[in-house]
């Protein structure tokens, strides 16, 4: 089991107060869904989401679009990936076990841009990428 972190502050945040409360649903799901890690980067397939939400998957779309949008997250529609922005802000890297399993998962994931995108949000772990981004 992981442990995210949500800051109550959430609930005046200029972003998430627009989303409709499916679309909040929705955000909180990606934050603490079965499938996410530690980085905030991971495979998401509609599919899976769907289900745990029981919701339909044109609705999953709308509303992951709407997320994008407000760039709260990325996704990359061809490899299910998905990016949450501001993830490693509020949940950090803090020992050297975690720092390599960053870079164990972020090797694991299929190719992507949003790899790059993560690197360019959280510039400190670019040293530990260099082999990944190479690829």
């Known amino acids: 089991m992981r442990y995210q972190k949500i800051e109550s502050r959430i609930w005046h945040d200029e972003k998430f107060n627009t989303l409709t409360p499916l679309q909040q649903r929705l955000f909180f799901y990606i934050l603490t869904c079965p499938h996410g890690n530690l980085t905030g980067l991971f495979v998401l397939k509609p599919g899976y989401a769907g289900e745990d939400l029981k919701c339909l998957p044109k609705d999953f779309t709308k509303?992951?679009?709407?997320?994008?949008?407000?760039?709260?997250?990325?996704?990359?529609?061809?490899?299910?990936?998905?990016?949450?922005?501001?993830?490693?802000?509020?949940?950090?890297?803090?020992?050297?076990?975690?720092?390599?399993?960053?870079?164990?998962?972020?090797?694991?994931?299929?190719?992507?841009?949003?790899?790059?995108?993560?690197?360019?949000?959280?510039?400190?772990?670019?040293?530990?990428?260099?082999?990944?981004?190479?690829?």
Do not use: W
């Open 63 to 135: 509303d992951l679009e709407k997320l994008c949008e407000m760039t709260l997250v990325s996704y990359d529609f061809e490899t299910s990936v998905i990016l949450i922005h501001n993830f490693l802000k509020h949940n950090p890297i803090t020992n050297p076990n975690q720092r390599k399993a960053l870079i164990t998962q972020i090797s694991a994931l299929p190719k992507t841009q949003l790899i790059q995108k993560f690197v360019g949000l959280n510039p400190e772990h670019a040293e530990g990428l260099k082999e990944v981004l190479a690829k």
